[in-house]
């Protein structure tokens, strides 16, 4: 069983996840990527997943066969169970549960070489409606707080499997970068009676140096304050707290927006590996006025090192404003 | 002028380090290492690199010259700039000041195939030492509020350079990381009047399974709660905030037991990158009850993909009671 286990200083929970153990000598070498032809995700190879939870299929297709346009699954290695009660307990002073959660994979598409930036606008609206769909259904399951959807394109970003297709995982707790936004986003919103995002929002769009792209109710921009170069963030002008009480004709439109943003990335960087990660309210907080749902996208282009670690303070060479003009610019 | 930038909502800090600016077609090949020839840190190359603030010399051997055990010099490009007034700003609802701070490099020795695993313990503590001559003379420019000294080793894990170095940057602000443990430690020692690290040194010292190796005054443990596969801690068993308090006796203690653990990690994790991290007290605060340095290290091992960036949750699958059994059966 994973377990959760908290630092007693700084109070960051971390995931000891025991399904997924190696010795130290298997550190010795990178892990391989499957090739085409073995690749579980691959139309044909459905047998080689857990079973399918959702999947995009025409009238008549029946689960786990060829057919669908995409598939959500367990994570056949999940870094949280999805069986069990926590069992908050101690050992002297530091503190431990069992590490229960959801850790599922949505594949993007049934061919091998797809991406998101490839996919048509209609079949990345139907992946962004399955984000949706499991978020709503995961908050039905009292045990968890929060869902994360995320994903790791490209070895270098942390990608085990090349075949297009991203994450959720459910936690018990919410996490600590996502406490961090809420919290400051309450502060904001206790001294101004606004939502902070929709303020970045209405000043970005106005100023328009870190504004990438707007469309269909949705703005891509470099952030202010970047951790990483070209970090970009796409939010809806509109405030709304979840993710996943979005209407079908919103993601939709997301659909139209996020792909443009990633082919002109993928022009402007020469198809970089990237992370996603969205931030949507907490399962049991969905209606907060003081947080404003957002997807950040980071380009993974710089190695993370030991300054960043020691201090949480990031070095980035591209100033935004710079990193906004040179994708604003790219029309394809 | 790099420029510190903070983010309106969590209120972390970046550096905008426009020394370094690259533009989006750099980002598409990775930054070539200088090999031994042409090094800036080899001896012999002394004109390279900007004129030593420190260095390790026998008796009648001039500055910036070969002879030298160690040196200590500026960055050539470097994150932050030493001149100047931090003149902070608003832009909208946003916060700037300018990139004013020190950022310098500890060259561990002159010879490019050197690493700390292979140094003599006293050109070890030699280097410790430097530490603490920098620190102590940072602590005298009011400007900075801390100094962080850290170590890329190998590519993998941030070294732009082959050749043995560590580097110190000193900021005008506490780095969030920092911040989050003086935090936790004073809250800790305000509800028992005891120092959090102290109590995690004594129950480890007494459990034993997270503890790797113990000498001189100094032990190096696997953390309860580690984010990534073997990060160890080493901390003095004696309370004390501030490295640079420390006697040279106890820094001569603390290389003995540094290059053990460090060899220890090469044959058991077979050479890994690495980063480490000196947490010593703010320049400021030095005498605090609550707050105990350490020095944190990270084999770099692993990729830190989307869930850890999203969630500030980290996936580690080797637990820490393994790492510290591997390393500590290890006796080389």
């Given at each position: 069983?994973?377990?959760?286990?908290?630092d007693?200083i700084?109070g960051?929970w971390?995931?000891?996840?025991?399904?997924r153990?190696?010795?130290?000598?298997?550190?010795?070498?990178?892990?391989v990527?499957?090739?085409?032809g073995?690749?579980p995700f691959?139309?044909g190879?459905e047998?080689?997943t857990?079973?399918?939870?959702?999947a995009?299929?025409p009238?008549?297709?029946?689960?786990?066969q060829?057919?669908?346009s995409?598939?959500v699954?367990s994570n056949?290695?999940?870094?949280l169970?999805?069986?069990?009660?926590?069992?908050?307990?101690?050992?002297?002073l530091?503190?431990?549960?069992?590490?229960v959660?959801?850790h599922?994979v949505?594949?993007?598409?049934?061919d091998?070489?797809?991406t998101?930036?490839t996919l048509?606008?209609d079949?990345l609206?139907d992946?962004?409606?399955a984000f949706?769909?499991?978020l709503?259904?995961?908050?039905?399951?009292?045990?968890?707080?929060?869902?994360?959807?995320?994903?790791?394109h490209?070895?270098?970003?942390?990608?085990?499997?090349?075949h297009?297709?991203s994450q959720l995982?459910?936690?018990?707790i919410?996490p600590?970068?996502?406490?961090?936004?809420?919290a400051?986003?309450a502060r904001?919103?206790?001294?101004k009676e606004?939502?902070?995002?929709?303020?970045i929002?209405?000043?970005?769009r106005?100023e328009g140096?870190?504004?990438?792209?707007e469309a269909?109710g949705?703005?891509a921009l470099a952030?202010f304050?970047?951790?990483f170069p070209?970090?970009?963030w796409i939010?809806?002008?509109a405030h709304?707290?979840a993710?996943?009480?979005?209407?079908?004709?919103?993601l939709r439109?997301?659909a139209?927006?996020?792909?443009?943003?990633l082919?002109?990335?993928?022009r402007v960087l020469?198809?970089?590996?990237?992370?996603?990660?969205l931030?949507?309210?907490?399962?049991r907080?969905?209606?907060l006025d003081?947080f404003?749902?957002?997807l950040e996208?980071i380009p993974?282009?710089t190695r993370v090192a030991?300054?960043?670690?020691?201090s949480?303070?990031?070095?980035?060479?591209?100033?935004p404003e710079?990193?906004a003009?040179a994708?604003?610019?790219?029309?394809?």
């Amino acid at each position: 069983m994973p377990e959760l286990r908290k630092d007693p200083i700084v109070g960051r929970w971390v995931i000891i996840s025991t399904e997924r153990a190696r010795r130290p000598s298997d550190f010795a070498t990178e892990p391989v990527r499957a090739t085409g032809g073995d690749c579980p995700f691959c139309s044909g190879n459905e047998a080689k997943t857990p079973p399918e939870i959702l999947a995009g299929r025409p009238p008549g297709s029946g689960p786990n066969q060829p057919g669908w346009s995409y598939r959500v699954v367990s994570n056949m290695f999940p870094a949280l169970r999805i069986e069990g009660e926590l069992d908050p307990s101690g050992e002297g002073l530091f503190d431990r549960m069992n590490g229960v959660g959801a850790h599922e994979v949505v594949i993007e598409a049934p061919d091998h070489r797809a991406t998101l930036a490839t996919l048509s606008t209609d079949a990345l609206a139907d992946v962004l409606l399955a984000f949706r769909e499991r978020l709503l259904d995961l908050r039905k399951d009292p045990r968890f707080e929060y869902a994360l959807v995320f994903k790791n394109h490209g070895e270098a970003a942390g990608a085990s499997l090349e075949h297009p297709h991203s994450q959720l995982i459910a936690t018990p707790i919410i996490p600590v970068m996502v406490a961090e936004e809420l919290a400051g986003s309450a502060r904001y919103y206790a001294m101004k009676e606004r939502c902070v995002w929709c303020d970045i929002v209405r000043q970005e769009r106005r100023e328009g140096r870190r504004r990438i792209v707007e469309a269909n109710g949705f703005v891509a921009l470099a952030p202010f304050a970047p951790r990483f170069p070209f970090e970009t963030w796409i939010l809806p002008v509109a405030h709304g707290a979840a993710y996943e009480d979005s209407g079908v004709d919103q993601l939709r439109g997301l659909a139209g927006l996020l792909g443009d943003f990633l082919r002109r990335m993928n022009r402007v960087l020469g198809d970089p590996p990237f992370n996603f990660m969205l931030h949507t309210a907490p399962l049991r907080e969905t209606q907060l006025d003081s947080f404003h749902w957002h997807l950040e996208i980071i380009p993974k282009l710089t190695r993370v090192a030991g300054f960043e670690w020691g201090s949480g303070f990031f070095i980035n060479s591209v100033p935004p404003e710079d990193a906004a003009e040179a994708l604003r610019a790219d029309a394809g």
